[in-house]
């Protein structure tokens, strides 16, 4: 199984990105998709997550600005992240559960700066 995330870049505080990852390979009954996202000296955060019924949730510091969203076809999940700050910056990493496991894409770097 491999994902492939895209869609970061730059942008300034206030504007918004919208991130995609696309799961290939053997795939199966997906549990729930995802995105975590990382910066240098902290642990992985769970920024938003999907389940297979379209549940989703949210960290506290998502809730309002952040959308997740999947695409059961295509096996893609994808973020729409509005009102940016720079505290958002980070390596943002997708994720899908399905049996056997938990599978993770490369990663992909967003940055919050003016």
């Known amino acids: 199984v491999q994902l492939q995330a895209s869609g970061g870049g730059v942008v300034e505080p206030g504007g918004s990105l919208r991130l995609s990852c696309a799961a290939s390979?053997?795939?199966?009954?997906?549990?729930?998709m995802g995105w975590s996202r990382q910066t240098p000296g902290k642990q992985r955060e769970l920024v938003a997550s999907?389940?297979?019924?379209?549940?989703?949730n949210y960290a506290d510091s998502a809730k309002g600005r952040f959308t997740i969203s999947r695409d059961n076809a295509k096996n893609a999940v994808y973020l729409q992240m509005n009102s940016l700050k720079p505290e958002d910056t980070a390596v943002y990493y997708c994720?899908?559960?399905?049996?056997?496991?938990?599978?993770w894409g490369q990663g992909t770097l967003v940055t919050v700066s003016s």
């Open positions: 999907i389940i297979s019924g379209g549940s989703t």
């Open positions: 390979g053997s795939i199966f009954n997906i549990n729930g």
């Open positions: 994720y899908l559960v399905m049996k056997g496991g938990i599978y």
